[in-house]
């Protein structure tokens, strides 16, 4: 069974900094490319960030290029998001997702991915 647990989430005040990681189990985790995406009250969910299997390939969304950095530990199982320089924008429930794709990139939609931790939220204040 495969489980997806995201943790790291909190209250920050705008400028601040927050890790969020994310631990997978039940699956063979360097062969899945995984994502994060957040979701805020009454919009859609989108992506943030994801990474390759192997690390070598990451893709940012233009609203969080430059602050936010995505890594992977493919012998703890365990994804991060380091964010910095948070803005009250950026506050919204933070989701993990991965993909099984062996292969050299990752998918940056929402209807791609197989499996979604619970998410984490983040919340930033002015």
């Known amino acids: 069974q495969v489980q997806v647990v995201e943790s790291g989430g909190g209250l920050v005040q705008a400028g601040g900094s927050l890790r969020l990681s994310c631990t997978a189990s039940?699956?063979?985790?360097?062969?899945?490319?995984m994502g994060w995406f957040r979701q805020a009250p009454g919009k859609e969910r989108e992506g943030v960030s994801c990474?390759?299997?192997?690390?070598?390939?990451?893709y940012y969304a233009d609203s969080v290029k430059g602050r936010f950095t995505i890594s992977r530990d493919n012998a703890k199982n365990t994804l991060y998001l380091q964010m910095n320089s948070l803005k009250p924008e950026d506050t919204a429930m933070y989701y993990c997702?991965?993909?099984?794709?062996?292969?050299?990139?990752?998918?940056?939609?929402?209807?791609?991915?197989?499996?979604w931790g619970q998410g984490t939220q983040v919340t930033v204040s002015s």
């Open positions: 997702a991965a993909d099984f794709r062996p292969g050299s990139w990752c998918p940056t939609r929402v209807d791609e991915y197989n499996y």
């Open positions: 039940g699956l063979t985790f360097d062969d899945y490319a």
């Open positions: 990474i390759s299997w192997s690390g070598g390939t990451t």
